[in-house]
């Protein structure tokens, strides 16, 4: 018999037992203590979390500012059931980043709108319900149909979101898009704010309004679908109209309002997700609550400051 079989057979002796009331004492401690640890931050899957979920947040604050101020603050509800549609599309066609899929369709569907509400003498939102119903209904049957793997997303997922399974592929989706708004934004920003605060002015200056504002809404689309993993088709909405709320809170001009409505964006994710580790809650769900604070505390700063 060898020295390591003796090792093993050897029994396992408590040097020390605590009684009762001191072991109850001892097994509070660490749970007291974690309230104040943020060790966890330091995992690969929390920091592709909090720096998507920021990403994102700013992102939809700044496009919800341009988007509201037009009167369409019930797009992004309706970009999101499209975009429902396309990631099943996605699954449907067993991608493993059925994202690049869902991206151009939810585009596509955005488009597709404003050319109903021209040419079809359609309203914007009577167009959006029938389209995004039938991306809808048809992202529910393709899930039905869709073969079933690990990778696969799942429907409670695609509804309330999940910020924790944003893998690197994900990330550098988040990224890529960012890139591509910013650069949107940039290159066309002044018109953007002409055709939003006058848009027969702006369309009698040359500019054309109907693709600027297609433009607009796929650029939009790209980014609500990569906010699908943030909140889910249910909440995502929310990340487009609170922030944007609050910057027109505290901002006074275009650029102000983005900017307030970006920064309470990006603390609304970070307060959130710390409330969600804490308490358990889930991390979309807890970052919209979040958001809704910072913009009853923004109308309770701007009374104050009135007065």
């Not at 048809?138 to 924790?164: M, Y």
């Amino acid at each position: 018999m060898s020295h390591a079989t003796e090792v093993n057979r050897r029994p396992k002796v408590r040097t020390h037992r605590e009684p009762p009331g001191e072991r109850s004492a001892s097994w509070k401690r660490p749970v007291a203590s974690s309230a104040l640890e943020l060790g966890y931050l330091g995992i690969p899957i929390f920091q592709r979390a909090l720096l998507a979920g920021s990403v994102l947040a700013a992102l939809l604050a700044l496009l919800g500012v341009l988007v509201t101020a037009r009167g369409l603050a019930y797009v992004g509800d309706g970009l999101s059931h499209a975009a429902f549609g396309g990631i099943a599309l996605g699954i449907f066609m067993g991608l493993r980043t059925p994202l690049l899929v869902a991206i151009p369709f939810t585009a596509l569907a955005a488009m597709a709108i404003g050319s109903l509400r021209r040419r079809g003498g359609l309203r914007s939102d009577v167009a959006m319900a029938m389209l995004f119903a039938v991306c809808f209904a048809v992202g529910i049957i393709l899930l039905k149909k869709a073969r079933r793997t690990e990778s696969t997303f799942d429907p409670e997922q695609l509804l309330f979101g999940n910020i924790l399974l944003v893998g690197a592929d994900d990330l550098w989706v988040v990224l890529g898009i960012a890139a591509m708004t910013i650069a949107f934004v940039a290159f066309a920003w002044t018109r953007l704010a002409y055709a939003t605060f006058d848009e027969e002015l702006a369309r009698l200056s040359g500019i054309e309004v109907g693709r600027l504002e297609s433009a607009l809404l796929a650029v939009l689309a790209a980014v609500v679908v990569a906010a699908i993993r943030l909140a889910g088709v249910v909440l995502v909405s929310a990340f487009l109209v609170i922030p944007a709320a609050g910057g027109r809170v505290l901002g006074r001009t275009l650029a102000g309002v983005a900017g307030w409505g970006m920064l309470s964006g990006v603390v609304g994710v970070a307060l959130g997700f710390l409330v969600a580790h804490r308490l358990e809650w889930p991390e979309g769900a807890s970052i919209v609550l979040a958001l809704a604070m910072l913009f009853v505390l923004a109308v309770a700063f701007r009374r104050l400051r009135r007065s």
